[in-house]
């Protein structure tokens, strides 16, 4: 691979918002988080000129909305900083991480009545108000809120208030113009598919006669401006391109046939199948290391 992206979550501006770790730690404070990532972004700068010459390094932060004064918060770091890339994402319901651990999962759950079907249409309704306020050009793990579910594989047309909702969302994000991650993290973390799963992915095709229903919902959703771009939501360097095999596969099986490639303040298209001949993908030192996460 040659385009690589740094988005470092950023800091979080209220004391309520530090995760358990870091409430229990001395040394973690907002300011700190803001020290920190200060420092992120003076390093990320130097490595994105140190190899210009021979990879592509986009530089940019990864969004956490918690409540709606968050916008202010992220206003004012977009202001700051000079980002090439923003990834739009919800990790909190009512204010709770829901993807932290299973204890903070079901706390949120509680907060929002008890069953999951209620949290997800919290969690679809706050990345709803995410992506009105910010409309980020990159939607990052759109459905993170089944990781830490009662079934993380579970369909979410069980709920039909749920699933109207991931519509409402897909349909905005065409609209707008978004690219959604198909991102790795989801089988990383014990899941049989990416973020987001494979219904989701195929969400606005069902109107669409074939029988290769799978192809034609992908065309669907290219009519209405959907696309795709290949994330592994690393968090170390022993994941990235963590498990990208499985999810070009992935994509084949649900029809996507063209995936973005960012770039800065711009993106370009490739096939699939083209992708798959990319040396990242033959080389025998990555086919090993393919074998190795797989």
Same mark, same amino acid.
């Given at each position: 691979m040659t385009t690589f $992206? %740094?988005? =470092? +979550?950023?800091p979080r501006d209220q004391h309520k918002d530090l995760y358990p770790e870091e409430v229990i730690s001395s040394n973690v404070t907002t300011e700190s988080l803001s020290q920190s990532f200060d420092a992120y972004y003076v390093e990320a700068k130097r490595l994105q000129r140190q190899y210009s010459s021979s990879i592509t390094l986009l530089i940019g932060m990864e969004v956490d909305w918690i409540r709606d004064s968050s916008k202010q918060h992220i206003q004012g770091l977009r202001d700051k900083y000079d980002f090439e890339l923003i990834v739009g994402s919800v990790h909190h319901v009512n204010a709770v991480p829901i993807d932290y651990d299973r204890e903070l999962y079901v706390k949120a759950r509680e907060i929002s009545g008890g069953r999951d079907e209620l949290l997800f249409q919290g969690y679809f309704d706050a990345q709803f108000d995410m992506l009105? $306020? %910010?409309? @980020? @050009? !990159? !939607?990052g793990h759109f459905d993170l /809120?089944? %990781?830490?579910?009662?079934n993380p594989n579970g369909s979410f047309k069980q709920w039909e208030q749920v699933w109207k909702r991931i519509e409402r969302n897909l349909d905005f994000i065409a609209k707008y113009g978004g690219i959604v991650e198909l991102n790795s993290a989801a089988l990383r973390k014990g899941m049989r598919e990416p973020y987001p799963n494979g219904e989701i992915c195929g969400v606005c095709f069902i109107d669409i006669p074939s029988p290769d229903h799978r192809a034609n919902r992908h065309k669907a959703l290219l009519r209405r401006g959907g696309r795709f771009t290949l994330s592994d939501d690393s968090h170390g360097i022993d994941q990235v391109g963590y498990a990208f095999e499985r999810v070009l596969s992935f994509a084949e099986q649900v029809g996507i046939t063209d995936l973005q490639i960012l770039a800065s303040r711009q993106t370009t298209q490739v096939a699939v199948n083209e992708l798959r001949r990319h040396e990242f993908f033959t080389s =025998?030192? +990555?086919? $090993?290391? /393919? =074998?190795q996460h797989e």
């Open positions: $992206a %740094l988005t =470092e +979550h950023m009105q $306020a %910010l409309r @980020p @050009p !990159v !939607v /809120i089944r %990781l830490k579910s009662d =025998e030192g +990555h086919r $090993a290391i /393919i =074998e």
